[in-house]
């Protein structure tokens, strides 16, 4: 009976760590008694791994590089459970992409890792990645969205208009005579027919002010989570999630 227990348990968690894919994990600043740090949140906003990097890149391919110390050379290869697959010296290390990392040495030369931290060949793509079929236009300074063919998709009615990826763009609408766009700024995501999926909700403050809603530097979506800031200003903005469902997250 013990036996099937213990069996029943490695099942259990084996399915949790399976069920939670490591490319659903986002880079996110948490304040702790050692000021703040780096760890992971999963897509329900959830931390999966605890904060306590000074610099965390993206998961890609199941695997994500982190610095305990942003000042070491030593860089920390991690799966999707926090363990460190291996570590590695070296002055910059790019995310995992095709399951391979380009890594720049303490030397100045670059080569390319697997996902067990030895030195490959790189991959050689011989044609070029295409992520969409629609693409954002100008047109009397409102924008709008061709297909590859060039033929019209979206009429050019919006202030502002991103790229697709995983169905939905950012676009800039003016519901009303409030919303006036600014550079990177967004307040809506639209899917391929031209519907409004998601709309930025506006908090104002005491004063009257807009406190935050807009979507500023929206990046591409990932495994249904976008990361988007909450103003232009580096030094003041936070960094948040949302979820294609309109949930934000973090």
């Not at 791994?49 to 590089?65: E, T, V, W």
């Not at 793509?125 to 100008?138: H, R």
């Not at 004063?207 to 807009?214: A, I, V």
């Amino acid at each position: 009976m013990l036996r099937v227990f213990k069996i029943l348990v490695f099942l259990i968690i084996t399915s949790a760590v399976q069920g939670q894919s490591s490319d659903t994990l986002y880079p996110v600043r948490i304040y702790t008694t050692d000021g703040y740090k780096l760890g992971y949140i999963n897509n329900a906003g959830v931390v999966s791994i605890k904060p306590l990097y000074a610099f965390a890149r993206d998961f890609n391919s199941g695997r994500a590089f982190v610095k305990i110390d942003i000042n070491s050379d030593i860089w920390l290869c991690l799966n999707a459970t926090g363990k460190t697959e291996f570590e590695l010296l070296a002055k910059y290390v790019y995310d995992y992409k095709h399951d391979q990392a380009k890594v720049l040495s303490l030397a100045g030369s670059v080569y390319y890792i697997d996902l067990y931290g030895k030195s490959v060949e790189p991959v050689v793509i011989t044609a070029p990645e295409s992520y969409n079929d629609l693409f954002p236009f100008s047109e009397n300074g409102k924008y709008g969205f061709k297909g590859k063919a060039d033929n019209l998709v979206l009429p050019a009615i919006y202030e502002m208009a991103g790229e697709f990826s995983e169905g939905l763009a950012p676009v800039f609408i003016k519901f009303s005579e409030s919303d006036i766009p600014t550079d990177n700024c967004y307040n809506a995501f639209i899917n391929e027919k031209g519907e409004v999926v998601i709309k930025a909700e506006l908090k104002y403050d005491d004063r009257g002010f807009l406190e935050s809603g807009y979507f500023y530097s929206p990046e591409r979506w990932k495994n249904g989570v976008c990361r988007y800031y909450t103003s232009n200003d580096p030094l003041t903005r936070a960094e948040k999630y949302i979820r294609n469902d309109g949930k934000v997250i973090w």
